[in-house]
């Protein structure tokens, strides 16, 4: 829906911005996608064990690629990728669920400062609602919304068909669901939810 895919105004992101730091989320604006990048790796100590949420935010910024490629960090998805999901499923869970670090994206944030993440399968939920010690989301402007309704608006009729038809050609399954929805409305630990904020349109 174009609705949901036009970029936030300054005031909106400075609002949104505002009220997630206030919920406990420090929020952070940067003007593109690059400078994302270069913030996450100044963010993410070398060595660090880390876990990359599948994102098509993080595939487009290039972060993905450098976290599981390039050798500075533990990287968590490349171990998964290359163990048995039918004899090794427990570790497998354990494993992906409380990484030190979580680096993914949200589907909607609303200018009160509550996020939403929709899931098929719920993999990368818990390290986003507790199981990691860091969260990185990395969120282009066009995902904030103006309350809780418009963002649950956003995640059934504009995420799920673009995320269905991005899983129709990625896996050849007949779509997506939204099993899982995590709606985070504030962040107890001090410090543990960071925010991208960036001015394009990354992802849907």
Do not use: C
């Not at 604006?29 to 064990?49: D, Q």
């Amino acid at each position: 829906m174009k609705q949901f895919d036009k970029l936030a105004s300054d005031e909106q992101v400075q609002k949104t911005a505002a009220a997630l730091t206030a919920n406990g989320m420090e929020a952070t604006i940067v003007e593109s996608g690059k400078e994302a990048h270069e913030m996450i790796k100044k963010m993410i100590p070398h060595g660090a064990e880390v876990m990359t949420a599948t994102s098509v935010t993080l595939q487009t910024i290039g972060i993905t690629e450098h976290i599981n490629e390039s050798g500075h960090h533990d990287a968590v998805m490349p171990k998964l990728m290359k163990m048995n999901r039918e004899t090794e499923s427990g570790k497998m869970q354990k494993l992906g669920a409380a990484a030190e670090y979580i680096v993914g994206s949200v589907h909607a944030v609303t200018e009160d400062g509550k996020v939403f993440i929709a899931s098929n399968t719920g993999s990368q939920l818990p390290g986003y609602a507790y199981g990691s010690q860091h969260v990185i989301w990395v969120v282009g402007t066009q995902k904030i919304v103006k309350d809780s309704d418009e963002a649950m608006k956003r995640v059934y009729e504009h995420v799920l068909p673009l995320e269905s038809e991005r899983a129709h050609k990625a896996y050849g399954v007949p779509g997506s669901e939204v099993k899982k929805l995590l709606i985070v409305n504030k962040e107890a630990a001090p410090d543990r939810i960071k925010v991208i904020l960036v001015k394009e349109k990354l992802g849907f």
